[in-house]
C-alpha cells in the first residue's frame, strides 16, 4: 500500500493546515465559549473549496478524492472541532448524496451551491425515539395527487439552525419496514418546516443543532430523493462516507490534545525535572502516539476503500469510525490528567478537547453501533 501523498493532496493538507491555524484557531475558543456559529470561516473554507472536496468541479466541488477530504477535514478539526463538523456533514451527508441520488434538477438546484459553500446542507435521519435504531421511523410522507406531505420531528440535526436544505427520511410505507423508508430534499424555507431552538451541547457548541418539525410540509414529486423505498439504501450509503467523516475529526481532535499534552510536558517541572522525563508521563505520550497513528491508518484505508470504487466499504468506513472516536477519547482524557488541575480549567484548550471528543463516540451511529456493524461484515463475511 502506498501511503505517499500525491503532490495534489500535499498542497491541499499545506493550504488546509496553513488556514487552520492562522485563521481557525485563534477563534476555537471564542467559538465553543459563545456557542457561535462561525459563519465567516464557512464561507471562507467554501471559497477555498473545502464543502465539497470530493464533489466534481462540473457541480461546484473542488474534484479532489476522499483521502484528501480525510486530509483537510483532520487539520481543519484539530483546529475546531465545531468548524471540523459543519464541513463534515456538509460535505459528506448532504453533498454525497446528492451526487450519487440526485437528479439532474436536484444537483443543478442543490449541489452546485452546497459544494461551493454557498448555502449549506444537513441531514435528518434521527428521532426523539429512533436514534440507533434508524429503522424505527416515525416521520410519514404521504402521496396526495403531485405532492408529498411531509409529517414528523427529527432530533439532533447539526446544522440545522442554519442550514438552507435539508435530507430526510421519512415512511412512505408503513407496512415494509426499513424497505418503506423514502428520502426527501426538503428546503427549510418550505411552509410547514419548523427548526427549534439550538441544543445545548457538552461540546462542539460552534456546531448548531436542533430539532426540526415537519407540520403537513407539502412537497413537489420532485423533492423524492432517489426512488420511493430507497431511503434506507440513501441512508446507509450516506452513513459509509459520513463515518470517514467523523474519524477524521476524530483524528484532529485527538491531535490537538496530544499536541498540548505534549508542549505542556516538556514545560512543566515536578520533582526537579520536566515532567516529559518521568516515565508514567513518557508512557502516556507513547500511548497517545500510537493510538493516533492507528487511527489515522484506519481513516486512511477506509478513504481509499471508497476511492477506489469498492462496493460496499462499510467496514472499513466502521472500524476507522470505532478506533478513532475511542482513541480520540483515551488521548483527551490522558491530556488532562498530563495536565493535571491545569487541564480541568478553561484557560487551557485540553479541557475543550475532552469536551469535544464525546460526540465522536455518539454521532452518525454509536460505538455498539459500530460494533454490530464490523461483527455483521466478519461474522457474515
Not at 478524492?65 to 468548524?83: F, H, P, Q
Not at 430534499?185 to 441544543?199: A, C, I, K, N
Not at 513518557?282 to 491508518?297: E, G
Request: aromatic letters at 6%; proline letters at 3%; charged letters at 25%.
Amino acid at each position: 500500500m502506498d501511503l505517499d501523498l500525491s503532490p495534489e493532496q500535499k498542497l491541499v493538507l499545506e493550504t488546509a493546515r496553513d488556514f487552520a491555524n492562522t485563521t481557525i484557531a485563534p477563534r476555537a475558543a471564542e467559538i465553543d465559549r459563545s456557542h457561535a456559529f462561525p459563519r465567516d470561516l464557512i464561507a471562507e473554507l467554501g471559497k477555498m473549496g473545502f464543502m465539497g472536496i470530493a464533489i466534481p468541479q462540473a457541480h461546484g466541488g473542488a474534484g479532489m478524492d476522499t483521502v484528501t477530504y480525510a486530509l483537510a477535514l483532520e487539520e481543519i478539526s484539530r483546529a475546531c472541532a465545531s468548524t471540523g463538523v459543519i464541513v463534515s456533514v456538509n460535505n459528506s451527508l448532504v453533498c454525497d448524496p446528492l451526487l450519487i441520488f440526485g437528479s439532474d434538477e436536484q444537483k443543478m438546484t442543490w449541489l452546485h451551491p452546497l459544494a461551493s459553500g454557498t448555502k449549506l446542507g444537513c441531514f435528518a435521519l434521527s428521532e426523539p425515539d429512533s436514534g440507533s435504531d434508524a429503522a424505527a421511523q416515525k416521520t410519514t410522507a404521504r402521496r396526495d395527487g403531485e405532492h408529498w406531505v411531509l409529517s414528523g420531528t427529527k432530533n439532533f440535526i447539526t446544522n440545522a439552525p442554519v442550514a438552507d436544505v435539508a435530507i430526510v427520511m421519512a415512511m412512505t410505507d408503513l407496512s415494509k419496514g426499513h424497505h418503506g423508508i423514502s428520502a426527501f430534499v426538503v428546503p427549510l424555507s418550505t411552509e410547514g418546516v419548523r427548526v427549534g431552538p439550538p441544543d445545548q451541547k457538552l461540546g462542539i457548541r460552534g456546531a448548531l443543532s436542533a430539532q426540526v418539525f415537519f407540520d403537513d410540509c407539502r412537497l413537489p414529486a420532485s423533492a423524492l430523493l432517489g426512488n420511493e423505498g430507497e431511503g434506507w439504501k440513501v441512508a446507509m450509503k450516506t452513513l459509509d462516507g459520513g463515518r470517514i467523516g467523523i474519524a477524521a475529526q476524530a483524528v484532529g481532535i485527538g491531535r490537538a490534545a496530544f499536541e498540548a499534552a505534549m508542549r505542556y510536558a516538556l514545560e512543566r517541572k515536578s520533582f526537579g525535572k520536566i515532567i516529559a522525563e518521568h516515565q508514567a508521563i513518557q508512557f502516556k505520550l507513547a500511548d497517545m502516539s500510537t493510538d493516533l497513528d492507528a487511527a489515522r491508518l484506519l481513516l486512511w484505508r477506509a478513504a481509499a476503500a471508497k476511492d477506489a470504487g469498492v462496493a460496499r466499504y462499510t467496514k472499513e468506513a466502521a472500524m476507522a469510525k470505532l478506533f478513532a472516536s475511542e482513541a480520540c477519547n483515551r488521548i483527551a482524557r490522558e491530556a488532562v490528567q498530563i495536565f493535571g488541575g491545569y487541564g480541568y480549567l478553561e484557560d487551557y484548550p485540553v479541557e475543550r478537547h475532552f469536551r469535544d471528543a464525546k460526540i465522536t463516540e455518539i454521532y452518525e451511529g454509536t460505538s455498539e453501533i459500530q460494533r454490530l456493524v464490523i461483527a455483521d461484515a466478519v461474522v457474515g463475511g
